[in-house]
């Protein structure tokens, strides 16, 4: 596997204790072809006293192994395990906006 990252924060008047925050990371699965994107920007004060959250989370594919339901599932050992794996791509994305009430700094 390989992966790598950036990160930006940003400083603005009056917007304690920073102003944005914004993390982009990828990550590579070389032996399975697979990767995954992510990202995370936080946003202070967009208004006087709301911030702003974005999330995103991007996978192709996603790899799970499912040999059955339960915990007493018996594979077939005339089958590989790569049988058993399941590759589905899924993307996950989030916008929050709330009221930073309870903050406090000194």
Do not use: C, V, W
Not at 2 to 13: E, I, P, Y
Not at 88 to 101: D, I, P, R, T
């Amino acid at each position: 596997m390989m992966g790598a990252g950036f990160s930006k924060r940003t400083f603005g008047f009056r917007n304690l204790p920073y102003a944005t925050d914004q993390k982009l990371s990828a990550l590579y699965a070389f032996d399975r072809k697979a990767y995954q994107i992510r990202y995370r920007g936080e946003f202070n004060h967009i208004t006087r006293s709301y911030d702003l959250i974005l999330q995103g989370n991007y996978a192709n594919p996603a790899l799970r192994n499912f040999t059955g339901l339960g915990n007493n599932t018996k594979t077939n050992p005339a089958n590989n395990f790569d049988y058993y794996r399941t590759r589905y791509k899924f993307l996950e994305l989030e916008a929050l906006y709330g009221n930073a009430f309870l903050k406090t700094y000194t």
